[in-house]
Nanobody, 127 residues
Framework: QVQLVESGGRLVQAGGSLRLSCVAS????????MGWFRQAPGKEREFVAT????????DYADSVKGRFSISRDNAKNTMFLQMNSLKPEDTAIYYC????????????????????WGQGTQVTVSS
């Protein structure tokens, strides 16, 4: 079984930066695709960023493109989300997710496609 634990969320002023971490345990995620999602109060969980098992392929939601950067360290079973130029609309609970190798039809942008989830970390951006 895979356990994911996020950390790094806190209160920050608009324009500031945060770095979220997601540490995996239970098994190595070296071959797993991973992603970050977020959920604001009263809204559905939405895609933020995704990274391939090797880290060689990444993609971002339009709302964070150019401001956020996803990366991973497979040797440490850890994934990161560097968030710069934060805006109040970035306020949400941020979740990391992981999924074992899947076929070509796998959709990394949909929460239901991921098998494993962390408990979330709160990011609050004040104006």
């Amino acid at each position: 079984q895979v356990q994911l634990v996020e950390s790094g969320g806190r209160l920050v002023q608009a324009g500031g930066s945060l770095r979220l971490s997601c540490v995996a345990s239970g098994r190595t995620l070296r071959s797993y695709a991973m992603g970050w999602f977020r959920q604001a109060p009263g809204k559905e969980r939405e895609f933020v960023a995704t990274i391939s098992w090797s880290g060689g392929s990444t993609d971002y939601a339009d709302s964070v493109k150019g401001r956020f950067s996803i990366s991973r360290d497979n040797a440490k079973n850890t994934m990161f989300l560097q968030m710069n130029s934060l805006k109040p609309e970035d306020t949400a609970i941020y979740y990391c997710a992981a999924n074992p190798p899947s076929g070509s039809s796998w959709n990394p942008y949909q929460p239901k496609e991921y098998d494993y989830w962390g408990q979330g970390t709160q990011v609050t951006v004040s104006s």
